[in-house]
């Protein structure tokens, strides 16, 4: 039998514009895929794109 997993996962959350990880997330792969937050982003001093990117460990 098939389990459904819902597993989360952590994600650093990248500023689009500088490639600086700002922030973390955790977020449900099987519903959240990809991630896309407006954050304020520190090195650019304005709030930013922020990209989910999945960390490998
Ligand atoms: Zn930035």
Same mark, same amino acid.
Do not use: L
């Given at each position: 039998m098939a389990k459904k997993k819902w597993w989360r996962i952590i994600v650093?959350?990248?500023?689009k514009e500088c490639w @600086? !990880?700002?922030?973390? @997330? !955790?977020?449900?792969?099987?519903i959240t895929p990809k991630l896309e937050l407006k954050k304020y982003c520190k090195k650019c001093k304005k709030q930013t794109t922020h990209n989910s990117k999945e960390k490998l460990k």
């Open positions: 650093a959350m990248i500023c @600086s !990880t700002n922030y973390f @997330s !955790t977020i449900n792969k099987a």
